[in-house]
C-alpha cells in the first residue's frame, strides 16, 4: 500500500515537472484512439445491420407503388405467387411495416416515434426457397406493373459480410499501427523523465532496489498518461458520435430500414475498450522506455 | 568472502583485468591500490556485478557472481555496501530519508525503518541532521550519510570507492576511524584510494593493481609516490 502512494505520488511529481511533454504525448494518443473510436462505431453499426438483414435472408420484399391500387395488389400477389420456387407470399401494409421495423429494432425502436409520416411503403414479402429461385424473383418482380422496387438480403448480407471483413482486417492493421506509435509516444516521454532521474536511478541499483522497485513510479506515470488519453479520446467519440447520430441517424433510417446505434449504447464499451488500451499502452511504454537503463 | 579465480575483463583493446586471482576473507580490510586506468574500478564492478568477466570466476559470499542470473543481482547487492567518492545521495531527500531508502527497497515496515536510522545515524556521529538535505552539510558529514546508508541493512562487505578523495585530511581521518569501527563489528571492507598516507597509517593489507594484474599483495604501506601518474588528484577540494 505504501509503495503503490508512492509510486502515485512520485508519477504525479514526474508528469507535473515534464508538463509540455507530457500534455503533448497525451494530445497525440487521443488523437489516435480517437480514429480507433470511429473505427469502432463504423463497425459497430454495420455488424448491427447486417444482423438485422439477415433475419431477412430467405425473402424478397417488393416494395408497391404508392398509387397501386388494392385490386391491383392482388393481381401483383397471384403472379408472384405462381413463379417458380416461392414458397409463400404475404402482403404487408405500410402500418404493419412500421411496426416489425420497430420490433426488430428493438431497444433503438423509439427513434421511430418521432418519424411523424410513415415513410415506409406497402409491400409484398415473397418466401423463396433457394438462391436462384431469389434472383429469378427478384428480376421478374421488378418488371411488374406497379412495383416500385425490390429488395434482396442475400446480396447485401453477402457484400456487408465482405466490406465487414475488409473494415476488420483494416482496422486491425491501422490499430496496430497507431498502437505501436502510441506506445512510442509514451516511452520516449517517460524516457525525459528518466534520463532526469538517471542518477537516483543507478543509485537505486547500487542499494539492490529490483527493477520494479524503480520501475514503480514509471509505470505509474505510463498508465497515467494512458488514462487521461483514453479518458479524453473516449469523452471525444461519445460527443462526436452522438452528434453525428443527431445529425443523420433519420436519414440513415429511412435509407438502410437499420438505426444507427445510440451513443448511450455504446459508452459502458466505448470506456472499457479506451480504458484498457490506455492502460495498455502505457504500462508497454513505460516498460520500454527503461530497458536499456535496467539491464545493467 | 570474496574469491576472484583467473578473472579477464577487456574493454575491446583496453585491459580491465587479466588472469586476476585473489582472495579476501571474511572481516579483511583490504586497500586496493594502483596507478589511473590501472583496473582498481573494474574490480569493483565485477564484484557487484555492474560488469560481467569474460572469464574467470568470482564468488561473494555464498554467491558465484560469474554464474548468477541478472535476477538475482538486486539480492546480491544488498549485501554489499557501497560508498563513493562522490557520496552519491539523492538531493531532493533528507538525511533521514536517504538511509530510510535502502530499507525502504529491502521492504521493511516504518516501525523497523523508524527504530534502526537514527540508530545508526548516532554512529556516525550525526543524529542531529536527520531533517537536513545532503546540500546543507559539509563533504565529511556528507560521506557519513553514505555510509550510514551503505550499512544499514548490515551488509556482509562493505566496498568505498575513494571514500575521502573529495574530503580533506582531517575529515578523512574521521571516516577512517569510523570504516575501522564498522570492520571491527565483522564487516569485511574494500577500499580504493589514493591517499598513501592514510594507507601507511593504517597498516593493513595492501593489493595493488598495475594494467589489470595484481602485483603486490601484503600487509603494510601504500608503495607508491603520492600524486605521481593520477589521475584524481588525492585531496581535491570540494
Ligand atoms: N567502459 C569502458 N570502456 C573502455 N575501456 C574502459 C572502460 N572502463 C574502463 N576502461 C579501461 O580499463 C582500464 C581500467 O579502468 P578502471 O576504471 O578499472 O581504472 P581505475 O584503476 O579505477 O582508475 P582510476 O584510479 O583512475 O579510477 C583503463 O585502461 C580504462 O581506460
Ligand atoms: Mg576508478
Known amino acids: 500500500m505504501f509503495r503503490l502512494f508512492y509510486n502515485i505520488k512520485q508519477a504525479v511529481l514526474q508528469l507535473i515537472r515534464n508538463k509540455g511533454m507530457a500534455v503533448a504525448s497525451i494530445f497525440a494518443i487521443s488523437a489516435m484512439m480517437l480514429i480507433l473510436g470511429l473505427f469502432f462505431v463504423i463497425s459497430v453499426n454495420i455488424n448491427l445491420f447486417t444482423e438485422i438483414i439477415k433475419q431477412d435472408y430467405d425473402t424478397v420484399e417488393v416494395y408497391l407503388e404508392e398509387a397501386t391500387t388494392a385490386a391491383k395488389t392482388k393481381s401483383i400477389i397471384e403472379s408472384i405467387k405462381h413463379m417458380n420456387g416461392v414458397s409463400s407470399v404475404e402482403f404487408r401494409n405500410k402500418d ?35 438462391l436462384n429461385a431469389a434472383n429469378r424473383v427478384n428480376v421478374a418482380a421488378n418488371k411488374i406493373d406497379g412495383v416500385e422496387s425490390t429488395k434482396y438480403y442475400k446480396e447485401t448480407v453477402d457484400k456487408l459480410t465482405k466490406v465487414t471483413n475488409f473494415l476488420s482486417i483494416s482496422a486491425i492493421i491501422i490499430m496496430l499501427f497507431l498502437i505501436i506509435v502510441s506506445v512510442v509516444v509514451v516511452s520516449n516521454t517517460i524516457k525525459l523523465t528518466v534520463f532526469a532521474r538517471a542518477k537516483e536511478i543507478s543509485i537505486m541499483k547500487y542499494v539492490g532496489a529490483t527493477n520494479w522497485f524503480v520501475r514503480g513510479p514509471f509505470f505509474v506515470e505510463g498508465i497515467i498518461i494512458g488514462l487521461i488519453a483514453s479518458g479524453m479520446s473516449a469523452g471525444l467519440t461519445y460527443v462526436l458520435y452522438d452528434r453525428i447520430v443527431d445529425a443523420i441517424g433519420m436519414k440513415v433510417m429511412t435509407i438502410l430500414s437499420s438505426p444507427l446505434v445510440p451513443a448511450t449504447y455504446l459508452a459502458s464499451n466505448l470506456i472499457i475498450i479506451f480504458a484498457s488500451m490506455g492502460v495498455g499502452i502505457g504500462a508497454v511504454g513505460s516498460i520500454i522506455s527503461m530497458r536499456k537503463f535496467l539491464d545493467k | 568472502m570474496i574469491t576472484f579465480t583467473n578473472v579477464t575483463k577487456k574493454y575491446g583493446e583496453n585491459i580491465g583485468l587479466e588472469n586476476a586471482s585473489v582472495s579476501i576473507a571474511k572481516g579483511d580490510f583490504v586497500f586496493l591500490v594502483g596507478p589511473s586506468g590501472a583496473g582498481k574500478s573494474t574490480f569493483i564492478k565485477l564484484i557487484l556485478k555492474e560488469i560481467n568477466a569474460d572469464s574467470g570466476r568470482i564468488k561473494v559470499g555464498d554467491y558465484v557472481v560469474t554464474d548468477i542470473s541478472n535476477r538475482l543481482i538486486p539480492q546480491h547487492r544488498r549485501k554489499i555496501g557501497m560508498v563513493f567518492q562522490d557520496f552519491r545521495l539523492l538531493p531532493k531527500k533528507t538525511v533521514f530519508e536517504n538511509v530510510a531508502f535502502a530499507m525502504e527497497i529491502m521492504h521493511k515496515s516504518r516501525r523497523q525503518i523508524r527504530k534502526r536510522v537514527p540508530q545508526v545515524l548516532s554512529l556516525m556521529g550525526i543524529e542531529d541532521k536527520a531533517k537536513r538535505y545532503p546540500q546543507e552539510l559539509s563533504a565529511g558529514e556528507q560521506q557519513r550519510v553514505a555510509i550510514a546508508r551503505a550499512i544499514i541493512n548490515n551488509p556482509k562487505v562493505l566496498i568505498a570507492d575513494e ?58 604501506q601504500y608503495g607508491y609516490d603520492e600524486g605521481l601518474d593520477f589521475g584524481e588528484g588525492v585531496f581535491t577540494d570540494v
Open chain 2, 163 to 220: 571514500p575521502t578523495g573529495n574530503l580533506d585530511p582531517e575529515t578523512a581521518k574521521g571516516i577512517m576511524d569510523l570504516l575501522d569501527e564498522i570492520n571491527q563489528t565483522g564487516t569485511t571492507i574494500v577500499m580504493v584510494t589514493h591517499a598513501k598516507d592514510i594507507v601507511d597509517r593504517m597498516n593493513k593489507r595492501v593489493i595493488a593493481i598495475e594494467d589489470g594484474h595484481i602485483v603486490r599483495d601484503d600487509y603494510g
Open chain 1, 96 to 130: 404493419q411495416a412500421l411496426k416489425v421495423l420497430k420490433r426488430r429494432w428493438g431497444e433503438s425502436g423509439y427513434l421511430l416515434d418521432s418519424l411523424g409520416e410513415n415513410p415506409l411503403p406497402n409491400s409484398i414479402l415473397v418466401k423463396v426457397e433457394n
